[in-house]
């Protein structure tokens, strides 16, 4: 868990530790990534995270998850970049360029994931997830999640993960299309900032409608 | 309503025939444009809808509305342009690229209808809207739509136009921010599409959630 002290990042790395998942919580200070997984043990009841810096979180899973600011990703992915080779990366990064956060401004060539597969390369298996739902909903355990995920990859089993560990985190997901397709979540996220500001609530989200109940498997 | 002998700009004017609006249906072809009107009424009741060629329907209404294929978005605007001066224009273009719909592909730019705000230039008030909308939901009258409308436009008037046309038509609508963010609903599209096939349903749609009930207004 690349970026595990902050609110997404520790918010996700929580769901799963209460799941039964191990994590290492990787920051650029590992002392905060210790405590962040001190706190998570603390509030599961359970040793399942530990801290480290992000390079010896990359290197310790099989899965990694990048959920740092989007001023942040490419550098954070250089660090690491050799220790993803033959893993899965779970991209969460939403490209808001403040101070305008409620308009939709991608980055060259549409979309941050797809750029973060650029720069990494085929070894690695990108799929991106998880740029919807609000920190606050996933802090609270046992609170449920009013907020789809959408999982877009151009890796079958890639994006399975993703979806498994969605639903291990308490939401649907649904598999969304191909990584080019990771635009409508990234800039998705500036849509719900601007209806929390007009319709003054504090965590809009999606749902897929038309579907039979529970359609959330791969 | 440019190109209203399609499903998605028949659908539409149905509905708003339904709810009292008078309209007039604009085709390539005036004589299908009539055809579509007259069975709009027969469906209706009462005669609301007639049709016209798409310079003619520009020219007599005070909000225009554009459903045609992307292909054809530019040339129909290029057509009529002197004619939308001063009016408000409801752009529910959407950048698909058979034959790969499921694929999200965006124009230069980004946004289809930045590129028409652009083209039009500043005397017409350009939003968009209703991209994500399933003709077969509009078509049949009294069918409740599982559908969200996001609204997008750098106006707030014309937002406001928009959003009330999609409450006359069944369907809650949220102001989603400056025309830059319709990013999102014409590349949601795609992601849909793909939702459909995949999970072997018809009408896959999307629900703004975390709001309190009805918080559809501007």
Not at 48 to 56: K, M, S, T, Y
Not at 182 to 187: G, H, I, K, L, N
Not at 201 to 212: R, W
């Amino acid at each position: 868990m690349l970026g595990g002290t902050g609110k997404e990042g520790s918010g996700l790395a929580l769901r799963w530790a209460s799941a039964g998942h191990r994590i290492v919580i990787g920051s650029r200070a590992p002392e905060r990534a210790r405590e962040t997984a001190a706190a998570i043990n603390a509030q599961v009841g359970v040793e399942r995270a530990e801290g480290a810096d992000n390079l010896a979180a990359a290197a310790s899973g099989e899965i990694v998850v990048l959920a740092v600011p989007f001023a942040a990703q490419l550098a954070t992915l250089g660090e690491v970049k050799t220790a993803l080779v033959g893993k899965i990366l779970i991209d969460v990064t939403v490209p808001l360029m403040p101070p305008q956060v409620g308009r939709v401004q991608l980055p060259d060539g549409g979309s941050a994931v797809v750029r973060a597969q650029a720069m990494l390369g085929e070894g690695v298996r990108v799929v991106s997830a998880f740029q919807n739902v609000s920190a606050e909903h996933l802090k609270e355990l046992g609170h449920a999640i009013d907020c789809d995920v959408l999982v877009c990859g151009d890796d079958r089993e890639a994006r399975a993960a993703a979806i498994a560990l969605a639903q291990d985190a308490g939401m649907r997901a649904f598999h969304a299309g191909p990584l080019a397709n990771s635009v409508v979540a990234e800039a998705l996220t500036s849509v719900l900032i601007t209806i929390n500001r007009q319709y003054k609530v504090k965590h809009s989200g999606i749902a897929i409608t038309g579907l039979p109940t529970e359609a959330s498997d791969v």
